[in-house]
């Protein structure tokens, strides 16, 4: 199922919030952004979860991001509900 999101007008971490909370709810979702600011946190959460990413600008400077969770994005999404002494990955 793929989820969309309106994130235009959107503060600085909000966009990325919601697109990680909606690729732990779904397998895609496609998030409009209106800033190269949040593009480019959108697409480091990308690479840090193992999803596809698929960028389209738009008209405006708008962007139209489309996700698709990887197989590193479930375990990223169960990894990061622990606090930091709890997880193991060197940090």
Known sequence: ???VIDAKGLGCAQPVLLARR??????EATI???TRESLENIRVLAMHTGS???IV???G????I??????N????ACGSQKSGSERNDGS
Do not use: Q
């Open 1 to 3: 199922m793929t989820d």
């Open 73 to 76: 994005a479930a375990a990223h």
């Open 57 to 59: 600008e738009e008209p």
């Open 22 to 27: 909606s690729l732990e709810l779904h397998d």
């Open 61 to 64: 400077g708008v962007y139209s």
């Open 32 to 34: 409009i952004v209106d």
């Open 66 to 71: 489309r996700l698709r969770r990887g197989r």
């Open 52 to 54: 596809a990413i698929e």
